[in-house]
Structure formats: structure tokens, C-alpha cells
């Protein structure tokens, strides 16, 4: 019945327009009754996004499975990577609601809110993970966000595409950037490895981004 | 009669409770007609913010005023400073605000949308200064994010100390945290010291913002 009330709700949006759209369309269309709807969905904003509690509750059990062993950057990026699963697993209506959001300014603001509610569980993680730490709760903060506007900038490309092309693809790249900049590569790396010794030479001036790149390109790690 | 009005809402907002408070008992309070607010204020929602349209709005001009001298993250970190400054110049009224967001999801929504146009303002920035750059868009999203997370930590540490302490000393570490990531130390060192040569050396697996601290180190740049 759930994915009844999503699909009428999805044949009217178009049709009508979302903001001429009542929940009595809806539940006409869908056969059902007004109680019915409001069983599965607190509002009209609530249909337009129907998985993202079960993906949030997703997010937050699998960050709480992780271990000690695990890097959190890497951590945090995996979660990330729930979200994209959820939009991939159904493109045509992914796409179909990014183009309603982008239309409708209170479903933009329900999405923003959505967002800082997975932004907030990456950097409670993060938190603990970094607790004690000089600036720890700062560097969750900034990684938190980090995560959260890599992925974006990856789905919303994949959702402009019209979802066309490989959208994991697209995110391991743009979570592989932050990885790059905020993570433990040692993490990954083979115990017999860690002990390697690199020299880097550089200009004092170099942007620090540079003498990243460099080590990183010293040590293979594209 | 701008300021009247403000006035008269956050004297009832504790009162009477925000959602309680209606439009016209902000207008009789503040002795002008229904019409005066509307010309002000689109909606009880923005007399709570009545100063962020002017402050994005001077954000965008001092990023439109710089120059391509100007190290790209430097420039958005002081342009988030524009933010600070607004809550820093009324810090009863900021403390007072803050806690009323907090209360009131339907404020909350509001300030996220406000937020996320700060944040565009900045990526739109970066991604002109990064255009053609592998990877410009991408950086500049993930860049403004920091900015914003790193300024919005500050910030709230400040507010939930009810505005003691200096909110200048935190916002500036806080930025500071994400020059040392993202920006371009050169575009600060004069001329003659940007072509020191620096040698690092690392284990291969140490991670990467341990090495970029041993070099930032060298170069006592803390």
C-alpha cells in the first residue's frame, strides 16, 4: 500500500503540479483511505522522499557495526555510500524527484533537512572516533561535510545526466578526493609496507595541495 | 519601523511561544498595520532572520570585488567572516535566536536553507576561481562545505555559551584548520622565501595530515 500511495503520488506530481496535488488525490488515486496515508506518512513532503528514515536508520547501524580497526574517514564514506544505493536502486523515479525538488521550494528545504540529518550522523561518529583529539569535534565537523558535498556533487551530476553513466563510479571518485585529503592511508596498506621511508622535496612556496599530490603520486597512491 | 518590528517579535516569541505569535500580534505590539510587515518581511519566518539577505547579499559583492591575486580558500574564509560578524554585532540577540531556532523545526528548516545559500555563494565562487582545473567543481563543493562546517562549529560553541568568550579567536582557528588542508600557503609567504627548499621525510604509510603537520611544521607555519 506504501508503494501504491508513492506511485499516485508520482502520476499526479507531473500531471497537476505538486503544490495542486492534495492528499486526497493521492489516496483517491491509490484506492485507499485518508488514514492510510498519514499511517506511512507524517506529510505530502513525506511521499516525495519515501526511504530516506529506513536509509538514515541504515546509515547510523552500520556506523555503529564498525570497529575500532576500521578508518574513520573511510568509515564515514561507506555510509555515504548507502545513500547513493538508494538513489540508484530506482533512477527513473530518482530522477523524477530531483527534478520536482528543484522546483518546488519547500521540497528543497525538506531535502536540506534530510541532508544535514545524514551530515549530523557522519560527525556523531566521527566524533567518537575523534574524541580526545585536538580538535576532534572540528575535524568531524569539516570531514562530515566534506563526505556529505563530495557525494552530493557526484549524484547531482548523475541525476542531471538524467542517471545515465555509472554513478558508483562518479561517488568512489569524489569520495576517493576527501579519502585523499582526510584519511589514514596506512589504514589500507599492508603492515610490511608501513615502514617504507619517502622523501619529498619541495619548494617552501608549494600549495599544500601539491605536496600532497606529490607524495601521493610517490607513493603510487593514484 | 524595520527594527520596531523585529523588537516586538522576539518580546513575545518567549512569551507567547513562536508558533502562538501571529503577525498581527507582532504588528499591534509594534503599533503599524499588517501591511507594514509584509513590506519588510515576507513571513513571520524572516523576521527572525531579518539580516541574512543583507549579509549574503555583502557576501557576494566582497567575492565579486576580488581579484585572481587573492588565494582562492583565503578569500571564502574571509568572506565567512561576513556571517560571524552579523551574530558577533548583537550577541543577545544571536543567543536569543539560536535558541529559538533550536526549539522551532520550522525555523530550523529556514536557517539550513540560508545556510546552504551561504554555501552555494562560496562553491559558486571557487568553481570560477577552479574553472578548468581537474577536479574544479568537485574541490570547490567540497572547499565551501569545510568553510561553512568550520565556521558553523565556531559559531555554535559561541552560542551555546550564550555569546561569552571570543567568537573571533574560534572562528579564526576554526578557518585557520581549513587553510591548512585546502589553501595555498605561498599566496601569504613573501616573494623571496617562496623558492626555500623543504625536505620531508615520512615512513610510506604514515597518514597524510601527519605528514602535512610535520611539514607545516618545518615550515612554522602554526
Same mark, same amino acid.
Given at each position: ?10 502520476? =499526479? ?9 492534495? /492528499?486526497?488525490?493521492?489516496?483517491? =488515486?491509490?484506492? /485507499?483511505?485518508?488514514? !492510510? ?32 580497526? +576500521?578508518?574513520?574517514?573511510? @568509515? ?7 545513500? =547513493? ?45 575523534? +574524541?580526545?583529539?585536538? +580538535?576532534?569535534?572540528?575535524?568531524? +565537523? ?14 547531482? !551530476?548523475?541525476? @542531471?545526466?538524467?542517471?545515465? %553513466? ?16 582526510? %584519511? ?13 621511508? *619517502? ?12 605536496? *600532497? ?10
Amino acid at each position: 500500500m506504501r508503494d501504491a500511495l508513492v506511485a499516485a503520488a508520482f502520476r =499526479l506530481f507531473p500531471e497537476r503540479g505538486y503544490e495542486q496535488t492534495t /492528499v486526497d488525490d493521492i489516496v483517491a =488515486l491509490a484506492g /485507499v483511505g485518508r488514514r !492510510s496515508f498519514f499511517r506511512y506518512f507524517p506529510s505530502k513532503e513525506d511521499v516525495v522522499f519515501p526511504d530516506h528514515e529506513r536509509c538514515l536508520a541504515d546509515m547510523t547501524a552500520f556506523l555503529a557495526d564498525g570497529t575500532d580497526e +576500521d578508518e574513520p574517514v573511510r @568509515r564515514v564514506c561507506d555510509a555515504a555510500r548507502l545513500v =547513493l544505493r538508494m538513489y540508484a536502486e530506482n533512477p527513473t523515479f530518482s530522477v523524477q524527484r530531483y527534478r520536482l525538488t528543484k522546483k518546488v521550494p519547500g521540497l528543497r528545504a525538506y531535502e536540506l533537512s534530510v541532508v544535514w540529518r545524514y551530515e549530523r550522523a557522519l560527525a556523531e561518529y566521527l566524533r567518537g572516533r575523534f +574524541d580526545g583529539r585536538p +580538535d576532534g569535534a572540528l575535524r568531524a +565537523d569539516v570531514i562530515a561535510a566534506s563526505v556529505v558535498a563530495a557525494h552530493n556533487n557526484a549524484l547531482r !551530476s548523475w541525476l @542531471r545526466s538524467a542517471g545515465q %553513466g555509472d554513478a558508483d563510479t562518479a561517488v568512489d571518485h569524489a569520495l576517493g578526493h576527501v579519502q585523499a585529503v582526510f %584519511g589514514d592511508p596506512s589504514a589500507a596498506a599492508p603492515a610490511e609496507e608501513r615502514e617504507d621511508v *619517502v622523501v619529498v622535496i619541495s619548494r617552501r612556496g608549494a600549495p599544500m595541495w601539491r605536496v *600532497v599530490r606529490e607524495i601521493e603520486s610517490t607513493l603510487g597512491r593514484d
